[in-house]
């Protein structure tokens, strides 16, 4: 009987952090293959129920390839998923981790206009309403808290910090890097025309597409609501900062 492929490395979010963008650049080296659909979600929501057996067939077009992956970020909603890690540990104990992590409060603001895409929800109209009824959308920033709660279970070495300043800046740098830390062939260079992104002109084309249109949905921050979050974040990030080395600045006046 033949070995049943499994992933070797997930791409665990943040959200909003280019998190798609990597996976179809992965998608195109000879040594890397992703998982059906990008993102089956199966450690987290109730896919789990769904069985070992059945997510595996998700890596029916794989063979021979080193990394193999899946990039779901619900697997960085620890709070909403709190099993997910143990669950990925139980399944894969050696697997490879990537943290994509990005400017707290951008990212906010495009998980924001996210959420109206999705036409099984009425959107919110002010990303101060959101930020009061949906926490996910600010834990989605709690970087270090992810990021921690990973390496209580899979050895440091093993977790690799994606700073989406830096890939923006220079992606086929920050992707070869990625490529190494996978330990598949790093001089690769990736074709960045066969990209795919989720930005915010793709998701209000996609607003387009389920009838929202003319939805006007407002990512202007009140004072006392910004100011609430970059307290919220503050220690948290400041202390992922401190860990890699980065200045406190490195977000701008944030911190």
Not at 1 to 21: D, H, L, R, V, W
Request: with cysteine.
């Amino acid at each position: 009987m033949s070995k049943k492929i499994k992933p070797n490395f997930f791409i665990i979010g943040a959200t909003k952090a280019a998190t798609t963008s990597l996976s179809s650049l992965l998608e195109q080296h000879p040594e890397a293959a992703m998982v059906r659909n990008k993102e089956p979600h199966f450690f987290s929501y109730d896919h789990y129920k769904l069985g070992w057996k059945g997510y595996l067939k998700l890596y029916s077009h794989c063979s021979d390839q080193k990394a193999i992956g899946d990039a779901s970020t619900s697997y960085s909603r620890i709070r909403s998923h709190p099993g997910v890690v143990e669950r990925i540990k139980e399944h894969v104990p050696k697997a490879r981790i990537i943290y994509m992590v990005r400017h707290p409060l951008k990212r906010i603001e495009s998980d924001f206009m996210e959420l109206a895409c999705y036409p099984y929800r009425e959107p919110f109209l002010s990303i101060n309403e959101a930020i009061k009824q949906m926490p996910m959308i600010l834990d989605s920033s709690r970087y270090w808290e992810v990021f921690d709660a990973y390496r209580q279970k899979f050895d440091e070495s093993k977790i690799k910090i994606v700073w989406f300043e830096e890939y923006i800046a220079n992606t086929t740098a920050a992707f070869q890097d990625v490529c190494h830390f996978l330990e598949i062939d790093d001089t690769v260079l990736p074709d960045l025309e066969r990209e795919r992104t989720n930005s915010r002109e793709n998701a209000i084309k996609r607003m387009a597409a389920v009838g929202r249109s003319n939805t006007q949905v407002n990512t202007t921050w009140a004072e006392e609501t910004r100011r609430w979050v970059i307290d919220q974040l503050r220690d948290d990030n400041c202390r992922l900062l401190d860990h890699f080395g980065k200045p406190r600045n490195f977000w701008g006046d944030l911190f």
